[in-house]
Nanobody
Framework: QVKLVESGGGLVQAGGSLTLSCAAS????????MAWYRQTPGNQRELVAS???????KYADSVKGRFSISGDHNKNTVSLKMNNLKPEDPGVYFC?????????????WGQGTQVTVSS
């Protein structure tokens, strides 16, 4: 079973920066996208940022201009650089890799890493 392992979460003051990283335990082929999601208590996971093998990126409106996603689809790694962190940014951040599989799609998720922002 392929595992995605996140790292880089932690506690940071408002206005500070963190970089999250995610790596797959095995080589994944036919990657469609790699992404970061955020989940807060009582809420569903929401997309924060995504990137395709071609380099197309997508960001949640709340993080545009502050967060930057980068990925190496050959190495199965994806990172999220978070600058100017705000009190609304905390949560558990999950990385996800989506691959093409048997005419459909298959998603692989990491276990999540906690991000806490102090005011």
């Amino acid at each position: 079973q392929v595992k995605l392992v996140e790292s880089g979460g932690g506690l940071v003051q408002a206005g500070g920066s963190l970089t999250l990283s995610c790596a797959a335990s095995e080589n994944l082929r036919y990657i469609k996208s790699m992404a970061w999601y955020r989940q807060t208590p009582g809420n569903q996971r929401e997309l924060v940022a995504s990137i395709t093998p071609g380099g197309s990126t997508k960001y949640a409106d709340s993080v545009k201009g502050r967060f930057s996603i980068s990925g190496d689809h050959n190495k199965n790694t994806v990172s999220l650089k978070m600058n100017n962190l705000k009190p609304e940014d905390p949560g558990v951040y999950f990385c996800k890799t989506q691959i093409s599989f048997r005419g459909g799609e298959n998603d692989f998720w990491g276990q999540g890493t906690q991000v806490t922002v102090s005011s």
